[in-house]
RNA sequence: GGAGAUGUAGCGAAGCUGGCCGUAACGCGCCGCACUCGAAAUGCGGUUGUCCAGAAAUGGGCACGUGGGUUCGAAUCCCACCGUCUCCGCCA
């Protein structure tokens, strides 16, 4: 949700800054149709006040045993006036509330415009690894080392699931462990959130009304409207942790981290090349958040990319940072920078997290402030966000990175505690 | 799933035979002042959010879980929905 006041003040510099991330609007008959919402509301409050007094004097005047009937004449007539300007004015609001939620947040002023194609590298670590021999892809490895069962995950879920088994569901479980550890020593609260959430839920981190279609709905017995869906990531369930608080400015930053599967969709989007577990309708995530006073998100989202690439780094994974250009970064968000892994398979780096700044974007919609200590007035906090991490493209990259001529695979040192001490995958 | 209770400020709580009740009794908490060498105790004062108009001072509207209804007038009466609690049933 955008501030309506800036809309109003500077509707140029608004269209511009949408524009950067290809967003085309016209705000001409916004404006008009703002400027008729309040001359409405300002016509009929008045008619309240008068309304009000006049519904004071009537008990008076009728102890003093005076006529009421001119009196009660005319609140009949005000009643009317103001129910029928109450209906317009409501029309107009959920006409302009309609409208705003659809617009998606302003891009940061170091954001470049445009979309993908001006995304840009802005850090590697590690090198591309070479391999003297034919490298596998991680579905045939996975497979000939039982970690993965896509045929089973098809045969349970259908198309765009798998099993981990073995010491492949171990391996996913020592990655959670891994996150998990880091996070609690760097003094995050530990969350584990309902599934289901509401929709209130969705509206507040961003995604609806837009995108109502690309999670899991639970339809309602009356098969049409849905009031719950199956969260598509813990950052769903984390922003509304606070909705409709007025926070104290002490309290800030809160930091926490969620562990839940996330739930996709992912209607159309089946690729070729993203064949195994780079794209699925269900996939592991750790998810780190923070409420932050807006002089502080510069810096928390600094943290957090940092956060993310010490996992990724610590792993021994190669994998580069990109910052996103405005059109790349999602609707709520008004700065992204995406960890990207290796993939030797795909030869290309894949998300396993994306960092992002939402200024005061989801707090606007979800109603989650701070009491200035200055001013004593409450103001918007400022939510980021980033995943720390996903294990669906860090579990795949282990697997083809460190695989080796034999066809085992290395584990990385910091997981080996958590895989009974072993350092190998092998058949 | 069945029965009952309940939802009022940061917390507890009164009001619920309709107008004198919404900044909202009373208590706690918090802030300021006084007393004090300082503190405690005590005393006095303050302490919701939002929208509209206005340069501002200020004036006004709305909000008693949410949404409707009755009425000149609703925290109060009626209806629906949501949350919480207790008991019963079922169940991992």
Redesign the pocket.
Same mark, same amino acid.
């Given at each position: 949700m955008l501030d309506i006041t800036l809309i109003r003040e500077q509707p140029d510099f608004v269209r511009d800054e949408l524009a950067k991330k290809g967003y085309a609007v016209d705000f001409s008959v916004f404006l008009e149709r703002d400027a008729k919402r309040?001359q409405l $509301?300002?016509e009929t409050?008045?008619l309240?006040?008068e309304k009000?007094q006049t519904?004071a004097q $009537?008990?008076q005047l009728?102890k003093s045993g005076q006529d009421v009937a001119p009196l009660?004449a005319r609140?009949?007539e005000i009643?009317e006036t103001i129910k029928s300007g109450d209906e317009q004015i409501s029309h107009l609001n959920t006409v302009q509330k309609a409208f705003l939620d659809a617009l998606p947040n302003l891009p940061a002023d170091d954001v470049l415009p445009g979309g993908k194609e001006n995304n840009q590298v802005v850090r590697s670590v590690g090198k591309r690894p070479e391999f003297s021999f034919q490298p596998q892809h991680h579905v045939d490895l996975c497979e000939r080392l039982g970690l993965i069962d896509y045929k089973s995950g098809a045969r349970l879920g259908g198309s765009g699931f798998w099993v981990y088994r073995k010491l492949g569901a171990q391996l996913e479980w020592a990655l959670l462990n891994y996150f998990i550890e880091e996070h609690l020593k760097d003094g995050y609260e530990m969350i584990l959130p309902p599934h289901i959430l509401t929709w209130q839920c969705g509206y507040t981190a961003g995604q609806f009304p837009k995108f109502a279609d690309d999670v899991f709905q639970l339809r309602q017995d009356d098969g049409e409207s849905f009031s719950q869906f199956i969260l598509p990531t813990a950052e769903t369930a984390l922003v509304n942790l606070h909705r409709d608080e007025?926070l104290s400015a002490d309290q800030l930053p809160l930091k926490y981290f969620a562990f839940t599967p996330c739930y996709r969709k992912e209607a159309g989007s089946y690729r070729a090349e993203e064949r195994g577990m780079i794209r699925g309708h269900q996939f592991n995530k750790i998810e780190m958040f923070q409420y932050v006073l807006p002089g502080q998100a510069d810096q928390a989202l600094q943290e957090l990319v940092d956060k993310a690439s010490r996992l990724v780094e610590n792993l021994g994974l190669h994998f580069q940072v990109s910052k996103l250009a405005a059109g790349d970064c999602s609707a709520s968000m008004r700065r992204t920078y995406d960890i990207e892994v290796w993939i030797p398979s795909m030869n290309d780096y894949k998300e396993v997290s994306s960092a992002s700044d939402a200024g005061d974007y989801q707090a606007r919609r979800g109603n989650i402030?701070y009491?200035d200590p200055a001013s004593?007035?409450?103001g918007f906090v400022h939510t980021l966000n980033a995943s720390g991490l996903a294990t669906s493209r860090i579990f795949p990259a282990i697997i083809e990175q460190f695989q080796m001529a034999d066809g085992r695979i290395a584990i990385p040192d910091v997981l080996q505690k958590w895989m009974g001490g072993i350092k190998w995958l092998e058949a």
């Open positions: 309040r $509301i300002y409050e008045r309240k006040a009000n519904s $009537i008990p009728k009660l609140m009949k009643n007025i402030r009491r004593q007035k409450p």
